[in-house]
């Protein structure tokens, strides 16, 4: 043991501070203090529906989330009862936490579980003892806070139905002032709707607009993430212009100056630098062009601009829905606007289309958006250089079968150049042998059931698809509206994963945006309920794959270690093997991108011995290869 831990410490690699292949984060706000209660010597603090435990002697503090222990988000409700010596906790579905000042969480779900016509919505809690009684419109539910359990349901006929329940009264007037001075972490709001991950930064919007919609009328909320601390744009911008400043929906940051942002919604452009507002752009000082309701020209506060997006130059290219003679616009380096209308891109009123949006640039320097509105849902590509614009509305698969579709949310590229389209009826991919053409087949993936037959199903045929993310393995992510996250394998035939809010960590079922930090492998998910991450095991890969390139962490694998051991800076679709120190293969497989995990076991399902493992890479023709060390203590 001793001569393997003087050959641990002789090693020298590089560590990178990552979390855990498989693991999940939060970052929610605790910004709007809602409730406060005194438990002893600690505060529990219900902030923006979420919860964390401030600890008055020590000044610790202590967040909540399903990461670490709660059953659900959005609480709604909290109240402690000094005699069980608990925090009951009450969600906006009806579930129900108790919580000890130790952290120790307990469930009541029957109210939760339980099938119903009525409204179980809780509106209240009174506190009596060890029970809590909880208000809703068809019952009182009398729970036994300290045997962790639902006593008894009291209806409007039942006689023994509580009538003189005095509301529970917290804490928050007496130490509103000290929670104030408080900064638990996160970012300031839970409204998150799309997102960009640029240059080690994830760069967020909150809020969203559809037109032919009620106005959503959300403040708008930039916030921006660097891997350790938020910043939130400022706010309050109608102040300064006289326009209501609601429903930003897209941001991009200049590939030049990560400072410098713009930022576009229903009620113009946005531009701001350090992440004070430097202009306001609207139909009075640009060429943008306010809608057309009905015949009739709207005001400043109807500018929609839906879409926006960099190019490599670092000029702005902008769509602008509604408009009367402007679709597509081009804001260059040199602050001139240059107007790229196009007659497909207007309805039969010669009106622009309403939901132009998800504007995004492929590796040829093509340029795609959508019109996500249910009279013509469509594609759209841009040839920037040529000036060609192609549209596609007519989804017809490889078979021709022909889909009537309501929603076109967004495009996206996968790492073969082939286009990925997310629609109401499912994901579509356009080959990279199409594009170009002036008629496009919308292919559909063929799964095999692997049941004997000859028989296939379409990919995610009918999932309502929200938002494509690709990662560095060329895996494709689909946010969906309602039915979770789904990641596909790279040869799209395999469903690795199904997150929901049911089976994992994630925080709502309707995903509006999903970004990728390629560097770590952390997946970004954003909804209405905040904002989650998951660590994946793929990042982007390395193609002059070095021996100086290559990570391998943790190094040494301690005793206590049960995680992954990962090996980063691979190429793509790398050779890896695992092997002793006199060549015995204990594990082998192919990067993901330019990421390989090892779970510290041989083929066999065992955890190694003690020692000192070679760890041999190749790039997939063979051509290139590295040689480093891992080692291994139990």
Request: proline share 3%; aromatic share 12%; hydrophobic share 35%.
């Amino acid at each position: 043991m001793k001569k393997l831990l003087a050959i641990v410490l002789s090693l020298c690699y590089c560590f990178l501070a990552m979390a855990q292949v498989g693991t999940w984060r939060n970052y929610l706000a605790y910004h709007d203090v809602q409730s406060i209660c005194k438990a002893n010597d600690n505060l529990f603090v219900l902030a923006s529906n979420d919860l964390y435990q401030y600890n008055l002697n020590d000044q610790s503090i202590t967040t909540y989330d399903k990461v670490n222990g709660l059953s659900d988000t959005q609480i709604t409700y909290i109240a402690w009862s000094q005699k069980a010596k608990r925090l009951i906790a009450v969600y906006e579905d009806s579930n129900i936490d108790l919580i000890d000042i130790d952290g120790n969480i307990i469930n009541i779900s029957a109210l939760y579980n339980k099938a119903m016509t009525e409204d179980k919505t809780i509106t209240g809690i009174s506190i009596d003892g060890v029970y809590a009684y909880l208000t809703t419109s068809f019952a009182i539910i009398k729970v036994n806070i300290q045997k962790a359990e639902i006593s008894e349901t009291y209806t409007n006929n039942n006689p023994e139905y509580p009538k003189d329940l005095i509301p529970y009264k917290d804490d928050y007037d007496t130490y509103i002032s000290t929670v104030s001075t408080l900064n638990p972490g996160g970012p300031a709001y839970n409204r998150f709707y799309e997102s960009k991950y640029i240059n080690g930064r994830l760069y967020t919007t909150g809020g969203f607009f559809l037109p032919a919609m009620p106005d959503n009328a959300i403040p708008g909320t930039i916030q921006v993430y660097d891997g350790n601390n938020w910043t939130l744009y400022q706010e309050k911008i109608n102040e300064i212009t006289g326009y209501s400043y609601v429903d930003n929906c897209c941001i991009d940051a200049d590939p030049n100056d990560p400072e410098h942002v713009f930022v576009g919604g229903r009620c113009g452009l946005y531009e701001f630098q350090n992440g004070e507002l430097v202009t306001y752009y609207n139909k009075d000082n640009s060429m943008l062009m306010s809608a057309n309701d009905r015949g009739k020209q709207l005001g400043n506060d109807y500018v929609l601009v839906l879409g926006l997006k960099f190019d490599s130059k670092g000029n702005l290219w902008l769509l602008n829905s509604l408009g009367s003679g402007v679709s597509l616009l081009e804001y260059t380096t040199d602050k001139q606007w240059i107007n790229h209308h196009n007659v497909l891109l207007t309805d039969d009123n010669s009106i622009t289309v309403p939901g132009l949006s998800n504007m995004m640039i492929d590796s040829r320097g093509l340029l795609w958006f959508v019109n996500n509105n249910w009279k013509n849902p469509s594609v759209f590509c841009y040839d920037i250089d040529n000036d060609i614009l192609l549209k596609y509305d007519q989804i017809v698969n490889q078979d021709d079968v022909k889909y009537q579709s309501y929603s076109v949310s967004c495009i996206t590229e996968d790492k073969e150049g082939n286009m990925w389209v997310g629609t109401d009826v499912g994901p579509f991919m356009i080959q990279k042998s199409d594009i170009g053409q002036n008629k496009v087949t919308f292919y559909q993936v063929k799964v095999p059931r692997n049941d004997g037959t000859n028989y296939a199903d379409y990919l995610l045929n009918g999932v309502n698809i929200s938002c494509i993310a690709v990662d560095g393995g060329n895996r494709k992510w689909f946010g969906t509206n309602g039915a979770g996250v789904f990641l596909i394998s790279a040869d799209n035939i395999v469903q690795e994963e199904n997150f929901t809010t049911e089976n994992s960590n994630l925080l709502y079922n309707n995903v509006s945006s999903i970004s990728i930090n390629n560097i770590t492998g952390e997946v970004y998910f954003l909804s209405d309920n905040g904002l989650c991450s998951y660590q994946s095991n793929a990042v982007d890969p390395n193609p002059d794959m070095t021996k100086d390139g290559i990570n391998i962490y943790p190094n040494p694998v301690t005793p206590d270690f049960t995680g992954m051991v990962t090996i980063t800076g691979l190429s793509y679709d790398a050779d890896v093997k695992i092997t002793t120190a006199n060549g015995v293969i204990v594990a082998e497989g192919r990067s993901n991108g330019g990421m390989f995990n090892w779970d510290c076991c041989n083929k066999q399902g065992k955890r190694v011995a003690s020692g000192v493992y070679m760890v041999i890479t190749a790039t997939s023709d063979g051509k290139k290869g590295t040689v480093g060390k891992v080692a291994v203590i139990n």
